[in-house]
C-alpha cells in the first residue's frame, strides 16, 4: 500500500522558516518524481513544485510565487521528500500535500497534509 | 500559464441524479486533463487521468470526454458518498494548473 505521511508543519512568523518532510513506502521512492501541491484555508489546489527522480537528473521547478524561497530535495536513501520553506509570508499559510506523480504532472497518490501557518 | 475555469462552483443534486462538470482550459491543452475528487477534510484523489481514463478502483459510474479546451466529468447516477468537490487540472505545461473547483452538494 502506498503512503505518503507529511510532518513538519506548524506556526511560523513571517520572514520565518520551516522544513516538511513526507515519508514515502509502498512503491519504489527513488523513481518517483514528487511534487508539493498546497491548499489554502478554504481555496483551491496549488502546485509548489516538483523534483524529479534521480535517473533523470534530480531537477527541480517551481512555481513562481515560492521561486528563491522554497527548496524541494530528496534522500532516497530514506525515501524521504523535503520542502525548505524561507521567507516565509502570510499568503503562504496552507495545507502542504506530498504528491508522487505518474509523468510529470498527473498525481496518483497524496498525503494526508499538514498544515503550515504563517502568522504574527 | 494556462488558466482553468470550471463551472458550475457548485451544485446541488439529489441522489440518482446525473451531473456533469465542465471545465475549460485557456489555450488547448490536447488530452492532458485530470480530475480529481476531494471529500471534506481529505487529501485529493485522482478519479480520471489523460482526459478519460479511469483509475483504477473508481466506480464506473465517473466519465471524462473531451480534448483541446474543453471537457467534461459526468457522474452518471449520483451517490451520497460523491458529495465532494471536484477539481480539472492540466498536465500539458508547467506550471500545472488547477480549477478553481466544483462543490457537490446532495439535495
Known amino acids: 500500500e502506498v503512503q505518503l505521511v507529511e510532518s513538519g508543519g506548524g506556526l511560523v512568523k513571517p520572514g520565518g522558516s520551516l522544513r516538511l518532510s513526507c515519508a514515502a513506502s509502498g512503491f519504489t521512492f527513488s523513481g518517483a518524481w514528487m511534487s508539493w501541491v498546497r491548499q489554502a484555508p478554504g481555496k483551491g489546489l496549488e502546485w509548489v513544485g516538483r523534483i524529479k527522480s534521480k535517473a533523470d537528473g534530480g531537477t527541480t521547478d517551481y512555481a513562481a510565487p515560492v521561486k528563491g524561497r522554497f527548496t524541494i530535495s530528496r534522500d532516497d536513501s530514506k525515501n524521504t521528500l523535503y520542502l525548505q520553506m524561507n521567507s516565509l509570508k502570510t499568503e503562504d499559510t496552507a495545507v502542504y500535500y506530498c504528491?508522487?506523480?505518474?509523468?510529470?504532472?498527473?498525481?496518483?497518490?497524496w498525503g494526508q497534509g499538514t498544515l503550515v501557518t504563517v502568522s504574527s | 500559464d494556462i488558466q482553468m475555469t470550471q463551472s458550475p462552483s457548485s451544485l446541488s443534486a439529489s441522489v440518482g441524479d446525473r451531473v456533469t462538470i465542465t471545465c475549460r482550459a485557456s489555450?488547448?491543452?490536447?488530452?492532458?486533463l485530470n480530475w480529481y475528487q476531494q471529500r471534506p477534510g481529505k487529501a485529493p484523489k485522482l478519479l480520471i487521468s489523460?482526459?478519460?481514463s479511469l483509475q483504477s478502483g473508481v466506480p464506473s459510474r465517473f466519465t471524462g470526454s473531451g480534448s483541446g479546451t474543453d471537457f467534461t466529468l459526468t457522474i452518471s447516477s449520483l451517490q451520497p458518498e460523491d458529495f465532494a468537490t471536484y477539481y480539472c487540472q492540466q498536465s500539458y505545461s508547467s506550471p500545472p494548473t488547477f480549477g478553481q473547483g466544483t462543490k457537490v452538494e446532495i439535495k
Open positions: 489523460a482526459a478519460s
Open positions: 504528491t508522487a506523480s505518474r509523468g510529470e504532472f498527473i498525481f496518483v497518490f
Open positions: 489555450q488547448s491543452i490536447s488530452s492532458y
